[in-house]
């Protein structure tokens, strides 16, 4: 992205800074634009810093590392990149859902340990078609995941604020509801004051010691220490995590769990996804500055 940023605008970057609060003081009048990811995004404390900024173009889906109500309050036209990785990032879902009832990691690493001579048989592990799907958040993505799902035969349901029309899936008010009648929970809700820590003991001991939580969304949307407990103390079946709450730093009595399946935040990450969220990235900022309608505003 920053070879195509370049072409078009001067890029300060920030990111190569030894000391952030001077290097916004320094360059400050000459920003009107900023590019954000899902690390470092728009605060209000850096919005307010850039006394001439017009526009926040963040290369990602979710939101959570933006102060919309700043932007809004400014005038400061936001975009981010929807659509383009929803694919993959359904994808990622349905392969931690594969990944984590046939503990697939965990028969790998059998193998790879030089076990199946010794112990012969590896354990039973759980079918995933036909197992009850849950999705917490039917947006782009959980729409995607329904259709993958769908596919293995298995019955879907959700939650979110209210039901969807012309939706043929069951719809529960509640996460614990939806969790108490599904195999397998998927999070694909945004990152919001509602939604964190939304996820917690009592949504979890709804799923039970037979159900599995997926998360591809966001990390502090589960209660991560309960989580924990609930997987130490067999209340749920098992994990697969694509998010954390304090990303990089992951639990590590997570990574001592067979049952668990952990990704380091790779839901979108592949090559052609990353180009496309470039692209658009690069598009807004080129649309706006040339006065034209912004290809995916907020």
Request: proline share 6%; net charge neutral; with cysteine.
């Amino acid at each position: 992205m920053l070879p195509s940023l370049e072409r078009s605008f001067t890029v300060f970057k920030l990111w190569e800074a030894p000391d952030e609060g001077a290097f916004v003081a320094a360059h400050a009048p000459s920003i009107r634009g900023l590019v954000g990811n899902t690390v470092v995004g728009a605060s209000a404390s850096l919005i307010d810093a850039l006394p001439h900024l017009e526009i926040v173009s963040s290369f990602s889906v979710g939101l959570d590392k933006i102060d919309l109500p700043r932007c809004r309050q400014r005038g400061i036209a936001v975009t981010y990149t929807p659509d383009v990785l929803t694919d993959c990032t359904a994808d990622t879902a349905l392969s931690l859902m594969l990944a984590c009832l046939r503990r697939i990691p965990a028969a790998d690493r059998f193998v790879r340990q030089r076990l199946w001579p010794v112990e012969k048989n590896f354990i039973h592990t759980t079918k995933a078609s036909g197992k009850r799907v849950g999705i917490v958040g039917l947006g782009r993505i959980g729409m995607a995941i329904a259709k993958r799902v769908e596919a293995f035969g298995c019955p879907i349901a959700y939650q979110g604020r209210s039901a969807k029309s012309g939706i043929p899936y069951s719809y529960y008010s509640t996460a614990t509801e939806l969790a108490a009648n599904s195999d397998v929970l998927m999070i694909a809700c945004p990152l919001t004051e509602g939604t964190k820590g939304s996820i917690n003991r009592e949504v979890l001991d709804a799923l039970g010691p037979s159900g599995f939580l997926i998360n591809i969304a966001r990390g502090p949307i589960v209660d991560e220490a309960e989580l924990v407990k609930a997987l130490v103390e067999g209340r749920i079946g098992g994990a697969g995590l694509d998010v954390f709450e304090n990303e990089p730093q992951v639990p590590q009595e997570l990574t001592s769990l067979d049952n668990v399946v952990l990704t380091p935040h790779v839901g979108s990450l592949t090559w052609e996804t990353r180009r496309a969220m470039a692209d658009l990235v690069v598009s807004n900022l080129e649309a706006y500055f040339a006065g034209k309608p912004l290809l995916t505003p907020v």
